[in-house]
């Protein structure tokens, strides 16, 4: 167990107010200082669009007002933390991907208004792996819908698996921890854990387990691996409070990631306040 100093706390607390979002700020305030989960989500549907789905830059780096998949699994990871699942939010959320689910099971990327707003090149791709991390939340959360769920485990059939996962591979992670039934996925989802501590050493500047990428993983490793993943992030922090990110032109990041960590550091009950 690892105690955080009142300076410490804030400090990060100075840092995410001055460069975080409005969105960051609520949630820092309900998890350290007995704020309103209401009040959080009213911040969250600030992105949610008309259509259920979420868009609106809560991607940071993915502008465009469109719902898209990876907007949505970011609500989702919010609404996660919070534990915040059986609402209109949430039905509104599951209609979305059930109707942008096509035949082959995914979810077409990039949105049509995709180059009318600033984005980072990399979402000018397909982004077709999405669909494997929706589907994770969706099953955690106790959707219950065979078409969707078929639809998605006949895509994932059909997909080439790499041999060695990289960072951004992990909805193969997620999908296979919730969704996967028989024994090659079994052995696959073994197959991930495996590479757990290589994958966590060869991406300590991005704090894979507490970070909403990999923080799926925190009931599953060992208590001597979330510990040096803690060590890890503990060592990142920056005297301004924030914590240090490889993306050095893209600072939005680093209240995110700074909180996403203090957050599931509380959650795992690696630290104490």
Known sequence: ?????????????????KTGRLLERKLFSFFFENGSKDVVIKALVAYQNSDGGFGNGIEP???CPDSTAIGTETAMYILDLIDY????????????????????????????NLYNYPF?????????????????????????DDTFFKKVK?????????????FYEYPYFTYLKYLGENKEEKKMLQHIISQLPSIFENNKEHYPLFGRHWYHALDIVDKKVIENEADNFFNGLQDDGGLKIIYQNFPW????????????????????F
């Open 61 to 63: 780096d993915l502008l």
């Open 1 to 17: 167990m690892i105690d955080l100093s009142k300076n410490q706390i804030e400090k990060i607390k100075d840092f995410i107010f």
């Open 85 to 112: 699942v059986d609402s209109k939010i949430t039905d509104q959320l599951f209609n979305w991907i059930l109707e942008e689910q096509n035949e082959e099971g995914y979810i077409r990327h990039p949105p049509k």
């Open 253 to 272: 990041w680093r209240p995110i990631w700074t909180l996403d960590g203090l957050i599931l550091l509380k959650k795992s009950g690696t630290i104490e």
């Open 154 to 166: 006949d895509f994932y059939s059909n997909s080439s698996l790499p041999k060695e996962f990289k």
């Open 120 to 144: 980072q090149e990399w979402w000018s791709g397909p982004d077709d792996l999405r669909i494997f991390a929706l589907s994770g939340f969706l099953k955690k959360w106790g959707l219950k």
